[in-house]
């Protein structure tokens, strides 16, 4: 920490220039709405003054908000190649067996079918088989509240993403 006990990469986010601060805030949540909303609250005193900004934009998001959002995220069990993030956060499908595997993609195109896009869920810390539960209990869902599961999950991966921003040091 700084003098200042900001966070190292708090502080530099508050200085970046805006399409790079827009970048860094599009790789955490692809919803322009959202982005544009936490560069106009720019700079930020602390952490959670960022933090509570992006749950305020969360709580906002239209419909067309939450599905630009969604449509950055691969589906559980198949991250996008190269994508060190995605496959960070699935890491508890990574080790699953190939009948879980293949019960996953069963059970992501029967929700995608349901509902229109990618199951999505703050995988950080979950097993496979944890994950796996959480599809088969939520496709039973109506639309609208499966929505707002959706943004809730899509709020605590935002602040993993955000904290880890935040937090980092200084590149080499």
Not at 65 to 94: F, N, V, W
Not at 125 to 135: C, N
Not at 137 to 149: C, H, K, T, V
């Amino acid at each position: 920490m700084t003098s200042t006990s900001m966070p190292p990469g708090l502080a530099r986010f508050n200085v970046l220039e805006e399409q790079a601060a827009f970048a860094a805030l599009h790789e955490a949540c692809a919803s322009t709405a959202w982005v544009k909303r936490l560069l106009a609250a720019r700079p930020y005193a602390t952490a959670n003054d960022l933090f509570t900004a992006s749950d305020a934009a969360m709580a906002e998001l239209t419909t067309s908000d939450l599905e630009e959002a969604m449509a950055g995220h691969p589906p559980i069990g198949r991250p996008k190649p190269g994508d060190p993030t995605s496959s960070r956060e699935q890491r508890g499908m990574a080790d699953a067996s190939e009948e879980l595997k293949a019960e996953m993609l069963e059970l992501n195109l029967a929700y995608q079918e349901k509902f229109g896009h990618v199951f999505l869920i703050c995988a950080t810390g979950r097993t496979g088989e944890q994950m796996r539960d959480a599809v088969k209990e939520r496709i039973g869902n109506a639309p609208g509240r499966e929505r707002e599961i959706v943004r809730t999950e899509l709020g605590k991966i935002n602040l993993i993403r955000l904290t880890r921003l935040v937090e980092e040091d200084a590149p080499a």
